[in-house]
T-cell receptor, first 113, second 113 residues
Framework: GAVVSQHPSWVICKSGTSVKIECRSLDFQATTMFWYRQFPKQSLMLMATSNEGSKATYEQGVEKDKFLINHASLTLSTLTVTSAHPEDSSFYIC?????????FGPGTRLTVT | KQEVTQIPAALSVPEGENLVLNCSFTDSAIYNLQWFRQDPGKGLTSLLLIQSSQREQTSGRLNASLDKSSGRSTLYIAASQPGDSATYLCAVQHGGSQGNLIFGKGTKLSVKP
């Protein structure tokens, strides 16, 4: 099946710094990718929809200036958490649409100290 | 606004037992429904996908049913094994094949040897 990778798989950063997470579709092209966030013992919540070549669409309550999304190619979307704070610590998962199915990456664990 | 609810939140059973996980959703206008498995600190593994026109899907010891009109789905696991221990997530998709998924909070299953 189709494979989606994420890098890094986990990252620890200091408060106030920025962190970039990459989401790649390895064997297919994806015009649409989604970014989800999962807090401990909570479900996945959609943060934003990333469309290649255009601006991302953010869900209500998600700050677009804090969570920068760039979908510059059909196989890569990046999420940059700017000026990270401890409350941004979470599990970030991306997914990519391939054909009529949605494929999920393995997730990135972000811890902000 | 679509809401997905999973009951129970946690379940502990002895090995070999058959079990049922429940999922309900408030908006029946879904494109499909999907069951995932998530191991601690890991990404998602897709188990079964049921299109809105289908009633059930089977894979090995797993059987998922869908009653779209009543907004319910069940995941049946036969002859449970300790390796089945994980969190099981139910998710519905709207807006066709390009839409995002809306997740329930999951059922944490523990199968004791």
């Amino acid at each position: 099946g189709a494979v989606v990778s994420q890098h890094p798989s986990w990252v620890i950063c200091k408060s106030g710094t920025s962190v970039k997470i990459e989401c790649r579709s390895l064997d297919f092209q994806a015009t649409t990718m989604f970014w989800y966030r999962q807090f401990p013992k909570q479900s996945l919540m959609l943060m934003a929809t990333s469309n290649e070549g255009s601006k991302a669409t953010y869900e209500q309550g998600v700050e677009k200036d804090k969570f920068l999304i760039n979908h510059a190619s059909l196989t890569l979307s990046t999420l940059t958490v700017t000026s990270a704070h401890p409350e941004d610590s979470s599990f970030y998962i991306c997914s990519a649409i391939g054909g009529n199915e949605q494929y999920f990456g393995p997730g990135t664990r972000l811890t902000v100290t | 606004k679509q809401e997905v609810t999973q009951i129970p939140a946690a379940l502990s059973v002895p090995e070999g037992e058959n079990l049922v996980l429940n999922c309900s959703f408030t908006d029946s206008a879904i494109y499909n429904l999907q069951w995932f498995r998530q191991d601690p600190g890991k990404g998602l593994t897709s188990l079964l996908l049921i299109q809105s026109s289908q009633r059930e899907q089977t894979s090995g010891r797993l059987n998922a049913s869908l009653d779209k009109s009543s907004g319910r789905s069940t995941l049946y696991i036969a002859a449970s094994q300790p390796g089945d221990s994980a969190t099981y997530l139910c998710a519905v998709q709207h807006g066709g094949s390009q839409g995002n998924l809306i997740f329930g909070k999951g059922t944490k299953l523990s199968v004791k040897p």
